[in-house]
């Protein structure tokens, strides 16, 4: 479908934000289903490596908070349950992530800006000009794309690009025919599973714990995608084998998430939350507390190399704190979408992030190129994003 629509760079480029998009039910899932996907495509239409990593990357973790219709609102809600009156169940911490989305800043300015790098219409970056090539935020990314259209090197002179085979190589089963009801099939049921049922609770019977069927939605991809592939002629043995070595991907996820849940008991049962709202609650006003959020969180998330982590540090203090410092709905979604946006920054530029060295591998690119490439993108969204929270803080709460 890539090749029928793509007719240059800046198509070949929409075409990646467009797959982050679709792809968007996780960071690590994403960077990979978008990667492997568009890379062909993008190589062919002189799309460096730089410019490709951050694409994908960007529309990762972003897009996943944004769409939630993945496991997030489940984790997230588990993570704030308990913590302030408004968030008594996990289920009102699940409707109060929905609630909060218009609130994610920097998700949203991330992917925006990605938009508008994509099809090379940055308005107002400070960047140099050189002919053709679009201005963009940082010499780096744009000698990149001077490079890629002048030179068709896809990756700087003396570049190491990060590479594997199981992620760049895609590998068929001898005999089988892929076609696209092998991706629509699956990706159908899990859309309609997860979506459908919420829609409907939410936006039309006005429930306030509307049913998200996120386990079940996955399940039953999983099971359309191996009958599809049996029916199509694929053999059992195969079929349960795919199965198991998609389990071993995300062993590790499992363990950190295990480990992230952990941490969030053992601060709680020492009192971390009421020690620094006793000492900070007094210290801070409600103007400043958003944005603070937000820098905390891209700082501990970028030496962690960890949202979720982050997050299991972060929301059982951040929210208590903000609801000690002003018990308001509004500002309570502002400080909610400050520690998810936050912490996905972090995850994004971090060179130890899963979803960076990932991005780095699915594209081909040099994992410190593109560190370094799309980090002047990624601050400015976040810079932007702590602007509107300061505003909105001083306006609206």
Not at 36 to 51: A, F, G, I, L
Not at 131 to 138: A, E, K, R, S, Y
Not at 257 to 284: F, H, P, R
Request: glycine letters at 10%.
């Amino acid at each position: 479908a890539g090749r029928l629509i793509v007719v240059g760079p800046r198509s070949a480029k929409f075409f990646a934000w467009l797959m982050g998009l679709v792809f968007h039910q996780g960071g690590t899932i994403s960077t990979v289903l978008t990667g492997t996907t568009v890379r062909p495509v993008s190589d062919k239409h002189r799309v460096s490596h730089e410019e490709l990593s951050y694409i994908v990357d960007s529309t990762a973790s972003p897009a996943a908070t944004l769409i939630p219709f993945n496991v997030w609102p489940i984790y997230v809600g588990g993570l704030v349950a308990g913590t302030v009156p408004i968030f008594s169940t996990q289920g009102e911490g699940m409707g109060f992530f929905f609630k909060a989305l218009p609130f994610n800043y920097y998700a949203i300015f991330a992917i925006l800006f990605t938009l508008l790098f994509s099809i090379e219409r940055m308005p107002f970056m400070p960047g140099k000009l050189w002919g053709d090539v679009p201005l963009v935020v940082g010499r780096k990314m744009s000698n990149a794309i001077r490079r890629a259209r002048e030179t068709g090197a896809l990756n700087r002179p003396g570049a190491d690009p990060l590479t594997a085979d199981e992620l760049t190589v895609v590998r068929v089963v001898e005999g089988y025919r892929s076609s696209k009801i092998d991706f629509f099939g699956p990706m159908g049921v899990l859309l309609g599973v997860a979506v459908i049922p919420y829609s409907y609770d939410f936006f039309i019977l006005r429930s306030d714990e509307p049913r998200l069927y996120i386990a079940e939605a996955f399940i039953l991809a999983v099971l359309t995608g191996a009958a599809i592939a049996l029916v199509k002629g694929m053999t059992l043995k195969t079929v349960i084998g795919a199965i198991i070595d998609g389990c071993k991907g995300v062993t590790i996820g499992a363990i950190i998430l295990a480990l992230a849940v952990t941490l969030k008991e053992v601060a709680s049962a020492v009192g971390t939350a009421a020690y620094i709202i006793e000492v900070s609650a007094g210290l801070l006003t409600p103007v400043i507390v958003p944005a603070l959020f937000l820098a905390l969180c891209m700082l501990i998330a970028f030496s962690t190399g960890t949202s979720w982590g982050t997050y299991a540090v972060v929301f059982p203090v951040a929210m208590p704190l903000a609801w000690a410092i002003h018990p308001d709905p509004m500002f309570m979604k502002l400080c909610f979408g400050a520690v998810l946006g936050g912490s996905v920054f972090g995850d994004q530029c971090s060179p130890i992030s899963d979803t960076t060295i990932l991005s780095s591998l699915a594209t081909g690119s040099d994992l410190m190129d593109h560190v370094y490439t799309q980090i002047p993108l990624a601050l400015t969204a976040a810079i932007v994003g702590g602007i509107v929270y300061t505003l909105l803080a001083a306006f609206l709460v």
